[in-house]
């Protein structure tokens, strides 16, 4: 019996945890998996990349990634159909540019028979390709039902709102994001599924770094508001003085 076909859409941002999920697909389903990539996600989580290594806007992955992290990222790899990337230049949401970027995913998901579109966050970029997949399942892995304080705006309200009428089923990380989502959207409950992070296995791959005790502080997040910097600064202010 042939297995079912899936496309897996991944953000740079989300690809820590997406790597183990992708380990588990393979082993069921034939997975293709398309990475987008724009000028503020070259550098993230797992992926770290020279935007000179970019030659054209639909390729494949290993192709612009250094060769430490082809070593890193081989064995999530190996059991995928094909690993893709989709360059955007520009921050815009709606532009030409992207209705043709977007047009070479919907090719590749025609050409591959692609039976399921799994979104790892919804992408505002791909969002002019939707109403070309009405055949096709899609599921949407959401992170933020809701968003943080200081990060609202227009353009993801209208992203937000665009893929609930587009989505088949949601998954989520948490009963607490589950809840979330369902608060304002109670008639899709049986839409959705929760499940549970897996441990980030890619981290017992990394090199070890020598450092110094006491020299170094790591801080795991984003820089943006609503994650207290302000006060994790003022709290070092007070220690120190």
Same mark, same amino acid.
């Given at each position: 019996m042939q297995k079912p076909k899936i496309l897996y859409y991944l953000h740079t941002?989300?690809?820590?945890?997406?790597?183990?999920?992708?380990?588990?697909?393979?082993s069921n389903y034939e997975v293709h998996l398309v990475v987008e990539l724009s000028p503020d996600s070259?550098?993230?989580t797992v992926i770290d990349i020279d935007s000179r290594n970019i030659k054209?806007?639909?390729?494949?992955?290993?192709?612009? !990634?250094?060769?430490?992290?082809?070593?890193?990222? +081989?064995?999530?790899?190996?059991? %995928?159909?094909?690993?893709? *990337?989709i360059y955007f230049p520009t921050k815009q949401m709606l532009s030409f540019t992207n209705l043709k970027m977007s047009y070479k995913v919907l090719s590749y998901i025609k050409k591959n028979k692609i039976n399921t579109l799994h979104f790892d966050t919804t992408s505002g970029r791909f969002m002019p390709a939707l109403p070309f997949l009405f055949n096709i399942k899609k599921i949407a892995t959401i992170h933020d039902p809701n968003p943080h304080t200081g990060e609202e705006s227009f353009k993801k309200t209208v992203i937000r709102r665009v893929y609930t009428n587009m989505i088949n089923n949601y998954l989520f990380y948490s009963r607490y994001s589950y809840r979330?989502? !369902?608060?304002n959207h109670i008639?899709?409950?049986? +839409?959705?599924?929760t499940a549970q %992070?897996?441990?980030?296995? *890619?981290?017992?791959?990394?090199?070890a770094a020598s450092i110094k005790a006491n020299q170094?502080?790591?801080?795991?997040?984003?820089v943006s508001y609503?994650?207290?910097?302000?006060?994790?600064?003022e709290a070092f202010q007070s220690i120190v003085s």
């Open positions: 941002y989300f690809m820590d945890s997406a790597l183990e999920w992708l380990n588990d697909l393979k070259l550098k993230s054209s806007d639909f390729g494949d992955l290993q192709d612009v !990634i250094d060769a430490d992290t082809n070593t890193l990222l +081989n064995p999530y790899f190996k059991g %995928l159909l094909s690993v893709k *990337y979330q989502f !369902i608060q008639h899709l409950h049986s +839409n959705t599924f %992070l897996k441990p980030y296995s *890619y981290i017992s791959k990394l090199n170094y502080i790591l801080y795991f997040g984003r609503y994650k207290g910097i302000d006060l994790l600064l």
